[in-house]
């Protein structure tokens, strides 16, 4: 009797719990839990005009704030990976300024859509037009006018071009699982210890970047023809004024004689890690590479451009830079560029950057590249070779957040309770073979070059890998 008075309580209480949380098998507009909904706007659409497009949608909402909502649906065959919109808003008068937002949606499948909220701050603007300009990837796309009063809901359907749909058909330019061989590099200061040359003979590194030491490069390609050698000169001004043609031709003049002398060089950097604030200073120092690459291409040298610092640049301004990549690569040329995070690699992977969504696929730190490749160089038929000449773990991108650390040793013994110098052996090579592998995914990119080795002075003694470089030899075999 206790067991069955025991299974009716639970029965009574299970039937109970079900009348609370099932759904309404009819609406009632007296039962408390309905809620009457306002029909806004209904009305037919007419049936678009074509089989293959976009269908977007634009409903601006006067209220409190007054905010303009994006919906996008892919009627295409394909996924759409690197969707943009960028929203100009902007009254009749030109003396008041426009406001814009760009937004880029995650990898759009065929027969899905996406949503986004765009808010002005202040009132809606008299008589304010919505110029929507929409591209699959840049340079394809198109511009929709939205003058129509707050209140009110638009739709387009925009139909796929030949030149868009040739793009979308392409397959992604990150291949689904690693291939080929380790892209394991070095990036040298000074040939300082005999494991370097050893390290260059065990594991035949896929790129060596060296800093004025040209006759370690003469060395590396006797005892290893296949490794991308780059060299680079310390530079003192980077300043970027003047008209930039003529510094490029002044910057390789000078030079001139270096670069003839040393023929076991393949690539050659200009300026390191220079400093970009804006479109303005990306406009000058892309003609400069550009002009740089042509200059050295008449003394029959190829150049690797950019060189960026981890982080940058920006995605609004990158674009003026695809200039400077078009000459390079006319010319033989690469892009170079910087990517360390902290406290490990994988740190701001899935993380966004200004104007970009969260996506797995690429990161604010490393793997940021490929922003630069999905988004811009594909759509222009610029995917040129990369080489990633610096990489590791640096503490210096936690420093807006008030953290003070080097690099992989700090990162991984100091900053580490119990930490010991074998545990961070083994979690950088873990860190490194993971960054490798996503490299092997991405056919355009040459190799990366681990920093640092031969650090004789101690300037870069927590980033030093001379100690590991057996360890660091067998990464690269093992690919």
């Given amino acids: 009797m206790h067991r069955d008075a025991k299974r009716l309580r639970v029965l009574a209480l299970i039937a109970l719990m079900l009348m609370v949380i099932a759904p309404l098998a009819h609406a009632d507009d007296r039962d408390p839990r309905v809620i009457e909904g306002e029909v806004l706007l209904s009305g037919p659409l007419p049936e678009a005009p074509a089989d293959s497009g976009l269908l977007v949608q634009a409903t601006s909402l006067a209220g409190a704030r007054y905010r303009y909502v994006l919906t996008v649906l892919n009627e295409t065959p394909w996924p ?100 080929g061989p380790s892209k394991v590099g070095l990036h040298v200061t000074r040939n300082s210890s005999p494991a370097i040359m050893e390290f260059v003979r065990q594991a035949q590194p896929a790129v060596v970047v060296s800093v004025e030491d040209f006759g370690l490069l003469t060395a590396i390609k006797d005892a290893s023809p296949g490794t991308i050698t780059v060299a680079r000169l310390l530079e003192a001004d980077q300043a970027m004024t003047g008209d930039p043609v003529e510094r490029a031709r002044a910057f390789v003049a000078e030079r001139r004689a270096t670069y003839l002398a040393n023929p076991q060089v393949d690539y050659w950097l ?113 995917v040129i070779p990369l080489i990633i000449t610096e990489a590791g773990i640096d503490g210096g991108v936690l420093a807006k957040q008030g953290i003070t650390m080097g690099g992989w040793r700090d990162a991984l013994i100091t900053a580490r309770p119990g930490g010991s110098t074998e545990s961070a052996t083994l979690s950088y090579l873990e860190q490194l073979s993971w960054y490798d592998d996503e490299l092997r995914r991405d056919p355009y990119v040459l190799g990366f070059a681990i920093f640092n080795a031969g650090d004789a002075d101690g300037e870069w003694a927590t980033y030093d890998v001379t100690e590991i470089l057996p360890e660091l030899g067998y990464l690269a075999l093992s690919k």
């Fill in 80 to 179: 759409i990976h690197s969707l943009r919109l960028l929203d100009r808003y902007f009254p009749p008068d030109p003396a008041v300024p426009e406001q814009t937002a760009q937004w880029f949606p995650r990898t759009l499948e065929p027969g899905r859509s996406v949503s986004t909220v765009i808010t002005v701050p202040d009132a809606p603007l008299a008589e304010a037009c919505h110029q929507l300009e929409i591209s699959v990837a840049d340079g394809l796309g198109t511009i929709l006018m939205d003058c129509s009063a707050p209140g009110a809901t638009t739709v387009w359907f925009v139909p796929i071009s030949p030149a868009m749909a040739d793009y979308l058909a392409l397959p992604p330019l990150t291949l689904d699982a690693p291939e």
């Fill in 270 to 382: 200009g300026w390191n890690e220079p400093g970009i604030d804006g479109r303005a200073e990306m406009t000058w120092f892309a003609a400069f590479e550009a002009e740089r690459a042509r200059q050295m291409a008449a003394l029959g040298k190829k150049v690797a451009i950019g060189n960026f610092s981890v982080g940058s640049p920006e995605p609004d301004e990158f674009e003026p830079f695809i200039e400077a990549i078009a000459v390079a690569l006319e010319h033989g040329g690469v892009l170079a560029l910087h990517e360390y995070s902290a406290p490990t690699m994988r740190d701001g992977i899935g993380a966004g950057v200004p104007g970009l969504p969260p996506d797995d696929q690429y990161g604010a730190l490393t793997l940021r590249y490929r922003i630069w490749y999905d988004h811009y160089l594909r759509a222009h038929d610029l």
